[in-house]
């Protein structure tokens, strides 16, 4: 048994814990960092990544089999899901390797093995204790299921459903959030066919009710079979299929069932409880300043109640990192965290929802720009368009975005929600011609009173 001091000691590598590592370094901080796994978490290899590398393929496979709209002639052979697994390693693979090197260039001290927080400022690994002055817990989340749904099988989550070596002919997809939608987006594009179940009125349902309304009619025109409203009540597997039972008394036979409900805190049986930690429904509570409720002790990422984001994650380690170094860095406002979900077509937000601008207003003031007037989005031939909500004689407190490629624009559109811009101060901004950026320009010309490319 060894005892090694630092100033940090921080439990999980994931986007909260290694960016909290990295900048904690920066400053000049004694790191310990400690993984049972893979440095990178949930983001890198079971997350973030390999999904946006299954989406890109799945494009890949759309462009091919659409050739013809565009007078190319192409045709989809087929999906080769050794390969398409292949590049999505391989990105994995040198995306892990560039954060090893960046580990080490930044001097962290990295553990490998299960911690468990003693407290009041230890953990141990394999009989080993580190001792921080200041310890971070970082130890992510997990893919939730429902009560008597049990995980096997034909029955997974996206844990299993991003290692496939095959394409399912028939799926149904539980839950139509960001997770949900995306898988059902990839295997829409592979040839499968998909069914989404969602308990809730409509897809997305975190989203303005105007974004869900564009994915569902997006989703129905490519083929992408949905049951909103619905509540799942059971599934029987058996060699051949799996069967899904709704509420509706209808059932739906299937290959595979992806239960994507959701994500819980993982905090079981790493010593919170024991230690003191607060919690509710397993999730460490901390204040604005990511403090728990033990002196010197924080918690970062999808631990922490909240958008189960890694740019969250990765903001809430390098505030921890800064708050400890002394600098007193300004306390994360969580609603100007952006949102993107990479289905075809994605859907990007930041602020609020139309419903809940009214809600904190008592009115707000929209407007939706389609994209029908972007030649970009023409030329890519993609639908959708971009909301803009302003509080009364306010600023612009939310944006939502639908379409192909959006995504990207949320860089922009967290810039004017975050600086609190009114559409006067972002009307003369110039947005180059033609790209899918002159859409937020137009929407805000508009909204300003001067529109340009606007019908009716
Ligand atoms: C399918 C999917 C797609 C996603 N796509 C996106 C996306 O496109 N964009 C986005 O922003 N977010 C996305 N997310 C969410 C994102 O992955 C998480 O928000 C992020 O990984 C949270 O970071 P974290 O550091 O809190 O936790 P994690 O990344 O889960 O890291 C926690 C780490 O702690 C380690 N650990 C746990 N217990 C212990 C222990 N006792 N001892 C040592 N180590 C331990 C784990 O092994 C893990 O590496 C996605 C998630 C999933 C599942």
């Not at 005892?3 to 920066?26: H, K, N, Q």
């Not at 007193?328 to 077509?345: A, H, L, Q």
Request: aromatic residues 6%; hydrophobic residues 40%.
């Amino acid at each position: 048994m060894t005892d090694t001091s630092a100033d940090l000691v921080i439990l999980g590598g994931g986007s909260g814990g290694y960016a909290c590592a990295f900048r904690a370094a920066e400053l000049g901080l004694s790191v310990v960092l400690i993984e049972k796994d893979k440095l990178g978490g949930t983001c890198l290899h079971r997350g973030c990544i390999p999904t946006k590398a299954l989406l890109h393929a799945a494009e890949v496979a759309d462009s091919a089999r659409d050739g013809d709209q565009f007078g190319v002639k192409s045709s989809l052979e087929g999906i080769d899901m050794a390969g398409v697994n292949s590049y999505k390693d391989g990105i994995i693979g040198g995306l892990y390797k560039g954060l090893q090197g960046l580990a080490k260039a930044n001097k962290v001290t990295l553990v490998e093995g299960a911690g468990t927080f003693v407290g009041p400022n230890t953990v141990e690994v394999n009989g080993d204790r580190y001792i921080g002055k200041n310890v971070v817990l970082a130890t992510g989340s997990f893919a939730r299921s429902l009560p008597g749904l049990e995980i096997g099988g034909r029955i997974i989550t996206s844990d299993q459903a991003l290692n496939l070596d095959y394409v399912p002919d028939r799926v149904v997809v539980l839950g139509g959030g960001v997770i949900g939608v995306e898988f059902a987006s990839v295997w829409r594009s592979f040839g499968a066919d998909v069914t989404i179940v969602e308990a809730l009125p409509r897809l997305v349902p975190l989203e303005d009710e105007w974004a869900s309304k564009q994915l569902e009619r997006a989703f129905r025109k490519r083929g992408i079979k949905f049951k909103t409203g619905v509540r799942f009540t059971g599934a029987v597997q058996s060699e051949a299929n799996v069967t899904v039972s709704l509420e509706s008394g209808e059932s739906l036979e299937a290959d595979l069932l992806l239960v994507a409900v959701g994500r819980g805190p993982n905090s079981a049986g790493h010593g919170y409880e024991e230690a003191g930690v607060t919690m509710e429904r397993g999730f460490v509570i901390t204040d604005e300043r990511l403090r728990t409720n033990l002196p010197n002790v924080y918690a970062v990422g999808d631990l922490v109640p909240g958008l189960q984001l890694a740019h969250r994650g990765f903001q809430q380690g390098i505030f921890v990192a800064e708050d400890i170094a002394g600098q007193n860095p300004k306390v994360i406002d969580e609603s100007g965290i952006p949102k993107v979900t990479y289905c075809n077509p994605e859907v990007a937000s930041v602020g609020l929802t139309e419903a809940a601008a009214k809600e904190k207003y008592g009115s707000a003031e929209t407007y939706v720009y389609s994209l029908a007037g972007n030649g970009k989005s023409q030329i890519l031939k993609t639908s959708g368009g971009v909301k803009l909500v302003k509080a009364p004689d306010g600023p612009v407190v939310g944006i939502t975005l639908v379409g192909e490629r959006v995504g990207e624009l949320i860089g922009e559109a967290q810039l004017i929600y975050n600086w609190e811009a009114f559409p006067e101060d972002v009307a003369p901004l110039i947005h180059a011609h033609p790209t899918q950026t002159e859409a937020l320009g137009e929407a805000f010309l508009a909204l300003a009173g001067k529109p340009l490319h606007v019908h009716g």
